[in-house]
């Protein structure tokens, strides 16, 4: 079982420093918010940039220290946060395996992209804000990963929706950002509202919710109930935040925010939270739970993918992508090869980041436009982005020896040797030739065939973008091409790295061998390329291609009319009861108010009548009260 | 000698002539002399009862009342006056400030 043997971090080691990972971003932050506004651009990067470097070098020596202590756990209490009761609730740190490689995907990818925003973000007049956001950022994506329990996991959990939201509605002047900023967090508050009460079932029952007491027990130390609910509860959690069906709906309006933004936090870490938290708590998971999430993230992959194939936004391609991938990590989760999952993660962090950042370049260079079918032929123009692009694009398509091809793999084989999992397997083997699709048609209509910006009015001057933006681009490429050295299929390297910390996978009879399955993708892959390159590098009447295609075209552009089903069911009838309770407020409650109100005026103006201010009548008053008196003194003594 | 009777008939009399003296007249002044009809009609019926028991209580307490009298017809002799500087009259219908 995981986690089983904890050490403390010793005072003054390296891991007793390790508070510091998430505390220089923060503080970053924080200065920049403050005094960012009288910053010079150049201050205000350098200490944005400063910080996550050295969070980054931070990062790598707790992973280094972790590595020579064989991979033991190591916790480390920085802060007392709430005594209550028999609750002692701290701030610690737990840095194990799993923790510090999710560490250094989060500061390095971070450390990149923060370089790249600097050329990205150049002429915005919100400069400084926008990297205080995003250090703000990756100081709670760190507190999230180094979580020692759900508690201060939750915290990061909610910063760094927080910090989503801030940089969805970054251009919050724009009223559609401003409302996809807004959906992005109400979305995600149904999610968090299922990791409370998953929560509340844990102190219920465990009375605890410290990973190191609750993991190395398992799902038996739960009992079968406890364990079903918390995991179905986590699931609903971890779909909030990672995008899957039903609460997707954000993550393509998300793109709203700057494309830095998209990639950093929707597609190489914040979204990938629920993934990890599967990962982390894999011993509690029961294997039916696992079917669960395996099925909700298998049913994401498919129709995300068909999404992502009629798109004509080249972010919201991405993004629809990014959706799909996850689908394919909670695969991974749900049949418990947690280390296939946390593999995909981290080399999707790589290619996702690596395609987000170079829509990001193309949007530079082509005066913010979006639209694939507006572009074309910038291959000639921009050679660095295009060849990082090609990169990217052949990783997450699967082309054997790249990053992609092995964790995909990984999950397929993973999905291979679990018993039932046939139908899921076929799914994700027809995902993998979406993806291939969807990812040639971005690849051609963006940087081959003809420029058919040229025809547009103005016509954009597309040209290669500013080092800043080059060079990262070309890191995250090497990583993308790279990233399956991690763990090859000969050395895994990545899982037995990652066995102290997440539930063994237990292979089955394989339903098909790894080696056949390895062909069959490849080959389904290549079909998903060349039936794109076939459509659109060619002249292709696509118009009467869509009428023919009918319903099949129709529902994946409107994105199965999910938000439309959600207006109806849930934004109408949310609508009307706000209707409703505004009418009963009017009528009701202001009625009675002011009702009371209106009675008593009414009677003071029948009493004013009263006050005449003639004297006289003061007088007639006072001599029929005295005479009334008489009569009364008379009538009694009569 | 006189019976009582006819002093408190002619005291019921003077209080009568006062209060609808204050009830229909206008004039502050006339008004301010009602009242002190009104206040010696009382010291009459005081002073009748007094010599009807043969106690000296009431006849005091007639003193008391012209004092009171006396001071009285001075604070409303000043008010009339300020009245009458105000509003250039003395007709107490045109003092009607306190209207609602």
């Known amino acids: ?638 | 000698m006189v019976p009582a009777g006819w002093y408190l008939a002619l005291a019921a009399a003077l209080f009568g002539v006062g209060a609808i003296g204050v009830l229909v007249r206008r004039s502050v002044i006339v008004m301010l002399m009602c009242v002190e009809l009104m206040l010696n009609s009382v010291n009459i019926t005081l002073v009748t009862f007094a010599r009807m028991h043969g106690s000296l209580d009431g006849q005091v307490l007639a003193f008391f009342v012209i004092v009171v009298a006396a001071a009285e017809v001075t604070v409303g002799l000043a008010l009339i006056v300020n009245l009458f500087r105000l509003k250039a009259s003395t007709d107490a219908d045109r003092v009607d400030e306190l209207r609602a």
């Open chain 1, 1 to 638: 079982m995981a986690l089983e043997s904890v050490t403390q971090a010793a005072d003054g080691t390296l891991l007793w420093w390790s508070w510091a990972i998430p505390v220089l971003p923060a503080v970053s932050a924080a200065v920049l918010l403050l005094l960012g506004a009288r910053m010079r651009r150049a201050v205000a990067a350098g200490l944005a940039l400063g910080s996550v470097g050295l969070s980054a070098v931070l990062s790598t020596a707790a992973f280094v220290a972790v590595q020579a202590g064989g991979g033991e756990a190591v916790v480390r209490t920085v802060a007392r946060w709430m005594p209550v009761g028999d609750l002692q609730v701290d701030w610690t740190i737990l840095l194990d395996p799993l923790s510090t490689v999710m560490l250094l995907l989060v500061t390095w990818v971070g450390l990149l992209i923060h370089v790249y925003s600097v050329g990205y973000m150049a002429d915005d007049p919100r400069f400084s804000r926008f990297f205080a956001y995003l250090n703000l950022f990756v100081a709670s994506m760190l507190v999230l990963v180094m979580a020692e329990g759900l508690l201060t996991l939750f915290v990061g959990w909610e910063l760094v929706g927080l910090c989503s939201y801030l940089l969805i509605g970054f251009w919050y002047e724009r009223p559609t950002f401003a409302s996809a900023a807004k959906k992005a967090f109400v979305v995600n508050r149904v999610g968090d509202a299922g990791f409370m009460i998953a929560m509340f079932v844990l102190l219920a029952t465990a009375g605890t919710l410290s990973f190191t007491e609750l993991v190395p027990g398992g799902a038996d130390a739960l009992g079968t109930g406890t364990a079903t609910a918390v995991g179905l509860l986590l699931l609903v959690a971890a779909a909030g935040k990672s995008a899957q069906i039903p609460l997707h709906v954000w993550l393509p309006d998300a793109m709203a925010g700057p494309t830095p933004v998209s990639a950093l936090i929707h597609a190489a870490t914040m979204v990938t939270a629920g993934v990890y938290l599967f990962a982390r708590m894999s011993p509690v998971v029961l294997p039916e739970v696992g079917t669960a999430v395996a099925w909700v993230g298998a049913i994401t992959a498919l129709v995300a993918a068909l999404v992502a194939c009629t798109q004509r936004d080249l972010k919201k391609i991405l993004a629809w992508s990014t959706v799909s991938q996850l689908g394919y990590m909670f695969i991974a989760v749900g049949v418990g090869s947690s280390v296939a999952a946390v593999f995909h993660l981290l080399t999707h962090g790589f290619f996702k980041a690596l395609l987000f950042l170079v829509a990001g370049s193309v949007m530079h260079a082509m005066d913010d436009e979006t639209d694939v079918w507006r572009m074309g032929g910038l291959r000639r123009a921009m050679p660095w982005t295009f060849a990082t692009a090609v990169v990217g694009w052949a990783a997450i398509s699967g082309v054997p020896l790249l990053s992609g091809f092995f964790s995909k793999e990984e999950i397929l084989a993973a999905a291979a040797d679990t018993p039932g999992a046939g139908a899921i397997l076929v799914i994700g083997l027809v995902v993998a030739g979406l993806t291939a699709f969807y990812m040639t048609r971005w690849l051609v209509l963006i940087f081959l065939g003809r420029p058919r910006h040229a025809d547009l009015a103005p016509a954009p001057h597309p040209h290669e973008s500013p080092a800043p933006m080059v060079a990262p681009l070309v890191v995250l490429a090497a990583a993308s091409a790279l990233g399956g050295l991690i763990n090859l299929p000969g050395s895994q390297w990545l899982a037995g790295w990652l066995e102290p910390s997440v539930a063994p996978f237990e292979p089955a009879e394989p339903m098909i061998g790894h080696t056949l399955l390895e062909v069959v993708a490849v080959a389904i892959a290549a079909a998903g390329v060349a039936a794109a390159a076939a459509l659109y590098l060619r002249r292709v009447d696509h118009e009467r291609l869509r009428e023919r295609l009918g319903l099949l075209h129709e529902l994946p552009r409107e994105s199965f009319y999910f938000d439309a089903l959600y207006e109806r069911a849930v934004a109408a009838p949310g609508h009307a009861l706000a209707r409703g309770s505004a009418t009963f407020d009017r009528v009701v409650i202001d009625g009675a108010v002011l009702g009371l109100a209106r009675g008593t005026a009414g009677l003071a103006s029948l009493g004013r009548r009263l006050q005449t201010g003639w004297l006289r009548s003061y007088a007639l008053a006072i001599a029929a009260g005295a005479l009334l008196l008489v009569v009364v003194v008379i009538a009694r003594v009569v």
